[in-house]
């Protein structure tokens, strides 16, 4: 469901997993909506997953290291950097650490995304566990298991 500025802005994010789905990357209402929200929403997340199409769109910054650092505002203890099939990155405010993608035959990459990131979210439930408390060798795991779930994602036709 598309939902305007006015129908989010009241929501509560306080103890919620909140997903907040593609940023837009096209013009339509929506993308004014992230546009509005992005300020809103940084600062009350713990963990900010982003790709590496939406990174310059979010911070308005082209230097990959320093968008990513931008975005340690608030709340945010981790932000989770995709970068197709080529991986992802992990950086926590003191930390970076890369992951490679796996090698697939890619049929759609629709959805390989939230796939990523719904592994993660699923991950870090079952630990049950502040995602402050997460160990470097747990995040490893984390990472290397979400970047399989993404990759197993493209070799389906997902449209």
């Given at each position: 469901?598309?939902?305007?500025?006015?129908?989010?802005?009241?929501?509560?994010l306080q103890k919620d997993i909140l997903h907040f789905c593609s940023?837009?990357?096209?013009?339509?209402?929506?993308?004014?909506?992230?546009?509005?929200?992005?300020?809103?929403?940084?600062?009350?997340?713990?963990?900010?997953?982003?790709?590496?199409?939406?990174?310059?769109?979010?911070?308005?910054?082209?230097?990959?290291?320093?968008?990513?650092?931008?975005?340690?505002?608030?709340?945010?203890?981790?932000?989770?950097?995709?970068?197709?099939?080529?991986?992802?990155?992990?950086?926590?405010?003191?930390?970076?650490?890369?992951?490679?993608?796996?090698?697939?035959?890619?049929?759609?990459?629709?959805?390989?995304?939230?796939?990523?990131?719904?592994?993660?979210?699923?991950?870090?439930?079952?630990?049950?566990?502040?995602?402050?408390?997460?160990?470097?060798?747990?995040?490893?795991?984390?990472?290397?298991?979400?970047?399989?779930?993404?990759?197993?994602?493209?070799?389906?036709?997902?449209?």
């Amino acid at each position: 469901m598309l939902l305007s500025y006015d129908q989010i802005k009241p929501l509560s994010l306080q103890k919620d997993i909140l997903h907040f789905c593609s940023v837009s990357l096209i013009d339509y209402p929506i993308k004014q909506t992230h546009e509005r929200l992005m300020d809103d929403f940084i600062p009350k997340a713990d963990i900010l997953k982003v790709s590496d199409e939406e990174l310059t769109f979010i911070t308005g910054i082209t230097d990959t290291s320093e968008a990513i650092q931008s975005l340690f505002v608030g709340r945010v203890k981790a932000v989770l950097y995709s970068r197709g099939k080529h991986g992802s990155s992990l950086y926590l405010k003191d930390e970076k650490r890369d992951y490679d993608g796996f090698k697939v035959e890619a049929i759609d990459t629709t959805g390989a995304g939230d796939a990523f990131i719904g592994a993660v979210l699923y991950q870090i439930q079952q630990m049950k566990k502040p995602v402050e408390e997460i160990t470097l060798n747990e995040w490893d795991d984390l990472m290397r298991f979400s970047n399989g779930v993404a990759a197993l994602t493209t070799t389906k036709d997902n449209r």
